[in-house]
């Protein structure tokens, strides 16, 4: 009995090990999209207004920066709504958009201008003044945002 156990633990340690590692890898390549630029340029969703500058956030509603970026980006489509269109996309809702915007970090922020064509993006949290800088330093003036006061 002794003997048997000598063999047993050896041979569980190693297919512990070599599962372990296998997982590592699996969960490293579902990880890491490789960025294919066209890909990424010829996407235009459906509900996509073609005249206006576009902010594409990509995340999961489990994550926590995506979590805090969900209020920014809600008070960027509103506060700028006939002047800058803002997508979401939650990529355990719609996993290919992961693969089609080539994201490798949630959340990613891509800035489109009006022809449909990446400026920029940015891998993680982004608050609203970056967002709004970001547009400025591209080029892209968005105006005043709307005053609820009367």
Known sequence: MKNMWKVVIPVF??????????????ASVTQSIV???????????????????????????????????????????????GRLEVIVYDI???????RN?????????????KSGKELFRHEGFMSKEDILAKWNELGIFLGKEKSNEH
Do not use: H
Not at 13 to 26: D, F, N, P, Q, R
Not at 92 to 98: G, I, K, T, Y
Not at 101 to 113: C, R, S
């Open 35 to 81: 960025p294919d630029t066209n890909i990424v340029n010829r996407q235009r969703p459906a509900e996509s207004n073609a005249t206006l500058p576009r902010l594409v956030d990509i995340g999961a509603g489990k994550c926590i920066p995506c979590k805090m970026m969900g209020p920014i980006l809600e008070e960027l489509k509103s506060e700028y709504k």
């Open 101 to 113: 915007f080539a994201v490798n970090i949630i959340p990613t922020q891509i800035f489109f201008d």
């Open 92 to 98: 355990w809702q719609n996993p290919n958009q992961a």
């Open 13 to 26: 340690l190693v297919i512990t090990v070599a599962g372990v590692i296998w997982m590592k890898k699996g």
